[in-house]
Nanobody, 122 residues
Framework: EVQLVESGGGLVQPGGSLRLSCAAPGFTFNNYGMTWVGQAPGKGLEWVSSINSGGGATIYVDTVKGRFTISRDNAKNTLYLQMNSLKPDDTAVYYC???????????????WGQGTQVTVSS
């Protein structure tokens, strides 16, 4: 059974940092690309970043380039999102999602977790 369990969210001041984690037991983690999506208050899901199965390729939405870093540890079946220089507009529930293949495709994820809240406010 695929399980995706996010952690690491919280309240942080503008300019601060957070590191999100996503534990992913229940499937062959290193066979699949992984993705972070966010849902801001009152808005729909927005794709944030993806990483391929081996960890060597990454992609980001323009609004987080240079501030967020996606990574994975296939030995630990864990996905990460390092979030630096956070802005109030980054406030959202962040979900990790499993892609259906080794890389990212638009709306290609087939499982996602329960999410972790990130609030950026002074």
């Amino acid at each position: 059974e695929v399980q995706l369990v996010e952690s690491g969210g919280g309240l942080v001041q503008p300019g601060g940092s957070l590191r999100l984690s996503c534990a992913a037991p229940g499937f062959t983690f290193n066979n699949y690309g992984m993705t972070w999506v966010g849902q801001a208050p009152g808005k729909g899901l927005e794709w944030v970043s993806s990483i391929n199965s081996g960890g060597g390729a990454t992609i980001y939405v323009d609004t987080v380039k240079g501030r967020f870093t996606i990574s994975r540890d296939n030995a630990k079946n864990t996905l990460y999102l390092q979030m630096n220089s956070l802005k109030p507009d980054d406030t959202a529930v962040y979900y990790c999602a499993k892609e259906g293949s080794t890389w990212y495709t638009v709306l290609g994820y087939d499982y996602w977790g329960q999410g972790t809240q990130v609030t950026v406010s002074s």
